[in-house]
């Protein structure tokens, strides 16, 4: 099964401190031109997961194949390469670098016409940052800066973007807006995973999720199903209201 | 032959004691409250020269000649050295740790500069003579002075391990320790962190500043050359080989150290024609830079030293490979 | 008091600031205070004085000086490949020795790593080469009056025009290069350059081989216009960390005129308090900074 597979996890043990592992053989499956959404309570290992796919934390057992080749122990910056851009919770922009340079940055691997090109497209799927091009993105809001952040994953045109928590901070109108453009993205034909706290917005846009919790899977299925589910909701997302995006 | 030798042996323990007391003074700064003291040998200075200016006979167009008994020279430097850190620890202890190291480093050089220039006051590049060393009535007897120095210097070695060892295990160590394990904490008892860490500097620069003067009591002359940035450096290379943030490492370390360096000198002296001596010497610290270096390492916890050797509190940032 | 102190420090400055870049991009790439940057600078004089003693010993008629300078073409060519070597050596110090300590150390132990390697740098060169301090060349410069009381020697004007060449450079490279960028990258979050492709072990390589580089050069017009000795580096170390911190950490403007202001406040500083006296004026400079505005004149972080 996953063999077929865009991104296929499996028995993932992994932590920052060696001996501590924060995943105890999770296991997820993404397959091409999906949305998944992984959910769970505070301290399940939702970051922790797709930080190690992205090879950012180590890992001490288990496997993660991308496009079927393997990329467990593959150096960060490695992985980019092979299609898989990653959007960090905070600290997502470079602040010091304007709009124009933070995307001039991820676009290295292209050639100088094709990175041409994909900036003038991110312009156009993001025209907040098309006007302030030349600003640094320190002066940037918080929208703004999720936006970048987006952007910048997308440059590279990735086969597979993962976010962290994309929502985090931002205003319900904001929220909408990112899951918007996120349905948009996927419409172009990039896959999408994301870790969230608002099981809400993402089950609305989602195609599958996950949850987690304890570093385990504890519960997976269609996104609309999970939504439903009293005891899923009541046992991970802190109850119905919670599900629902109340405060 | 034989007296030759034990006479070698008292002096070589003797001079690595002395050393050991500046890195006791050295542990509390660094391995206690995990402050990164790269001036070391101007607070040495500083004990050496105010003992030196107290002790020794009238010289003129110089500043000192009190001719005062040894003891209070000795007291003197503790009190100047103490003072000189509780200068530099009010305007440096609140930078960060990399910046308190480049000052710490610019305070030594300072002072140095002071000592070289300031003839009047320090005796300028020809430095003080006839310090008046203990026992001196007996240097015609080497075994008994050689005997009577070592008691005596043995026995300060001790006395400060002693006071220094109750310091840490009472009290005033456990809020020290508690202020580098998590200062939110201490602070939020009551303790003053700041204060606390400007009392572990200066009681550390007024041990450095005792044992400067031990050291120019010991040999009877005192230069600017003497408190260069290598004395700092091998200071700091008998404190991580001993094992920082332990006392019974820095004597160690002290001893493992300067036995180490006096080999290396035999050897420099045996391999060396004499033309090429100084030439010489220069390789022994080069020999010693990569010990420290191989000793970081290998073993950063050095022979004693305990697993955490720095605290979380003094971490900079981490940034991989 | 002419204002024959003004030229001086700008030369001094000029050189400072040059060896104030590589420190301040090792500083915020690499995040802690470099000890060894100043013995890079005289082991740049020192490598490329060997060099050219060996051009001019195979070639020995190519030695003749070009124009007014003092030097010919054997120190011109023994300086780009002596740029070279010092970069090397340092990617070697770091290979052998901070590497590793980063690894899995804190950013202080590479500290006292740093200082006992400029130590033994130092002192090895006291082994190799004496230190009796040595010249590139006996050629006597005619220094040229420019009015006011101020004369230079063209070997002086050829460091300020070397310097603000390299500084241009730099400047360039920083801004319009994707190495550049992705030096600043590095330089303010290395995790993030992680995630957007950047090989960041490969940058802090590049960082020391320019590092390394322009201490070099830095140490080739020392020597041309003072002279070679093994401790020339390290007298200049209290010197780069005041304008490195003065700029602001990160900032190469701020480097070169940290290294500016750091040059003429000592030569002018010397004519109050002696040239004795010339170390403690840099380190007076840099107290003031620390201890009133720490993140510098164009820092961005402190």
Known sequence: ?247 | MILDLVSYGMFFLVTALSYAIICLGLNIQWGQTGLFNVGVAGFVAVGAYTSALLTTPETPGRFGGFELPIAAGWIGAMVAAGLCSAVVGAITLRLRADYLAITTFGIAVAIQLVALNAQGLTGGPFGIGFIPRPFGSLADRPVAFGLARLALIGALTLAVFWALERLARGPWGRVLRAIREDEAAASSLGKNATLYRLQAFMLGGAVMGLAGAVQAHLIGFIAPDNYVPALTFQVWAMLIVGGSGNNRGAVLGAIVVWGLWSLSGLAVSAFFPPGQQARAAALQIVAIGVMLAVILLLRPRGLLGEDKTVSRHVEGAEIGP | MTLQFLADGLVMGAMTGLGAIGVTLTYSILRFANFTHGDLISWGAYLTLTLSLLIGAALPSAGAPIGPFSFGWPILAAGLAAMLLTGLLALALDFLLFARLRRRGTAIIMVIASFGASLALRSLLEFLYTPAPTYFSRELQIAIPLGAGIRVTPDQLCTLALTAALVAAMHLLLTRSHIGRAMRAVSENPALARVVGINVAAVIRTTWLIGGALACAAGVMLGLTVQIRPYMGFDLLLPLFAAAILGGIGSVPGAVAGGLIVGLAESAGVQFIGANYRAAIAFLLLLLVLLLKPTGLFGVRP
């Open chain 1, 1 to 247: 099964m996953s063999g077929s597979a865009l991104l296929a996890v499996d028995n993932l043990v992994a932590g920052y401190e060696p001996g501590v592992p924060i995943l105890r053989g999770a296991h997820l499956r993404v397959d091409a031109g999906e949305i998944v959404v992984i959910l769970g309570p505070n301290g399940a290992g939702k970051s922790t997961l797709v930080k190690a796919v992205a090879g950012l934390v180590p890992i001490a057992a288990g496997s993660i194949t991308l496009a079927g080749r393997d990329i467990a122990g593959v150096p960060a910056h490695e992985i980019v390469h092979r299609g898989l851009a990653f959007v960090p919770q905070t600290e997502n922009v470079f602040t010091a670098m304007t709009i124009a340079e933070n995307l001039q940055l991820s676009g290295h691997v292209l050639t100088k016409a094709a990175r041409t090109r994909q900036i003038e497209a991110m312009y156009v799927l993001f025209p907040d940052l098309a006007r302030q091009r030349q600003l640094a993105a320190g002066r940037l809001s918080g929208g703004q800066r999720q936006m970048l952040a987006i952007a910048r994953a997308l440059m590279i045109e990735p086969k597979l973007l993962m976010l962290d928590e994309p929502s985090a901070g931002l205003s319900p109108k904001l929220v909408g807006t990112v899951f918007a453009k996120l349905t948009d993205i996927r419409g172009s034909g990039v896959t999408i995973l994301l870790v969230e706290q608002n099981a809400r917005a993402a089950l609305a846009v989602a195609d599958r999720a996950y949850v987690l919790a304890e570093g385990q899977n504890r519960h997976e299925g269609p996104a609309a199903a999970l939504g439903s589910d009293p005891l899923v909701a009541r046992l991970y997302l802190g109850g119905m209201a919670a599900a629902r995006g109340a405060p």
